[in-house]
C-alpha cells in the first residue's frame, strides 16, 4: 500500500502517520481548487471518466497506537490505507456529491472570511441541497470525507467546534484583548469554553492548582462547582458534559501542555460508555484520527471503579443495556486498552451492570467531594 501512496492520494504527508494539517484559508483553497481541477481534466480527457475521491479509511483495520517519545502519551493513529468514494458505485453516489457540495460551501466561508459550526453548516446544506443533507449525520460524514480527501482540519476548513465544555477552578484566563476571567469566582455553570480552536491557542493561563479533574456529567461538575471542590483540592474541573467535543479536548491539552506536571484525572460513570469516554480523552478516536490524535493526554482513572462498588448499596446497580454490551465490545477489540482498564470492562460485564457516579449521593450529597479528596490524597487512580 505505501509504495502507491503518490498514486493514490491528492496531497502527500508521513509515510507512516497519516494527519489533518492546519492550513491557512489560501492553502485550503488551493487544495480545494487542485480537487476540481484533476476532476475536470479526467472530464475532458480522450477517454472521460467522473474520477473517484480517494479517502483514507476510517475504520480500526487502518489504526495504530503511537508512544510519545519524549512523554507517556499514547495516542490513535490512521495509517495510509484508501477507500473511494465513487459516483458509480452503488451507494455512493449521494455521497460522493455530498463531499463536493461541502467543498464547494467551504470554499465560500473561507472566500468571505467567516466560521461556521457543524450545525449551521447542515442547515446551510439542508437549504440548498436538500436531496442530499437529510440529516446531520450526512453533514458531519461529508465533512470528515473533505478533511481525509484534503489532509486539512476542520478547523482550517472554515468549521469550528460546537462546544458544549465549561471549566472552573483555579485558574485565570487571559484573552488576546488582555481581559482576565478568574475561573474560581464564577458560578456552578463555569467558564464556557469557545469552540473556536484558533481562538483557544491564544488564551494565556495562569493556576496554583495542583491537579485537573475532568468530570463526564455537567450536573456533577455543578455540583462539585457549587461545593467549591476546588478549595478542598486545589484543582480545575473541566467538562464537556458527555462525549468530549473536540474544542473541550483542545482545552485540556493546552492546560496540559502549560501545566504539564499536573496530573490529569477523570470521573466517569461505571459503565461501558463512562470508560469510551475516558479512552477518548486519553487516545483520540479513530473516527476522527487524522486530526484528534494530536489532542490526547494521560488522563488518569480516579473513579468510579470497581473497588468503589463496595460501599454502593445494590439499588444503585443497574442492568447493562444492549447498547452498552455493543460499546464494551468495540473497547474490548482496542488496541489501545490498558491491562487495568480491559479489567474494569471485564467486571462490568461480568456483573451485567453499571454503576453511574450519583449512586454516590446514597451517602449524602457532601460525599462527592470527600471521595475524590480521599482518592487524590491516596493517589488511588490508575
Known sequence: MESDFP???????DQRLCSAQILDPSQVRARIEVAVIKFLNAL????????????ICRKSSNSDVRCGLLSDVS???LSHSFFSRSFLRAGHAKAFIRVWKVMEMCFQILSQGKLVTQRELFYKLLC??????????????????????LRCTRN???IIASSRGTIIGRLSIKNQEGDVVDCS?????????SGDLNLLSKLEFHSDARYIIVVEKDAIFQRLAEDCLFNLVPCILITAKGYPDIATRFLLFRLNQTFSELPI?????????GLAILSTYKYGSIAMGLESYRYACNIKWLGLRKDDLQMLPQLAFIKLKPRDLQIAKSLMSSKTLQETYRAELTAMVEKGHRVE??????????????????????????
Do not use: C, H, M
Open 75 to 77: 495516542s490513535v493513529f
Open 7 to 13: 498514486k493514490s492520494s491528492l496531497f502527500s504527508s
Open 128 to 149: 440548498d441541497s436538500p436531496n442530499y443533507f437529510s440529516s446531520q449525520r450526512d453533514a458531519n460524514r461529508a465533512v470528515q470525507d473533505v478533511v481525509a480527501l
Open 185 to 193: 469566582g464564577l458560578g456552578p455553570a463555569g467558564y464556557a469554553i
Open 44 to 55: 475532458s480527457s480522450p477517454t472521460p471518466a467522473i474520477s473517484s475521491l480517494p479517502l
Open 156 to 158: 482550517s476548513l472554515g
Open 357 to 382: 457516579i450519583e449512586a454516590l449521593y446514597f451517602r449524602g450529597f457532601n460525599f462527592l467531594s470527600q471521595y475524590i479528596a480521599t482518592k487524590i490524597v491516596k493517589s488511588d487512580y490508575i
Open 265 to 273: 484525572l477523570g470521573l466517569v460513570d461505571w459503565n461501558p460508555a
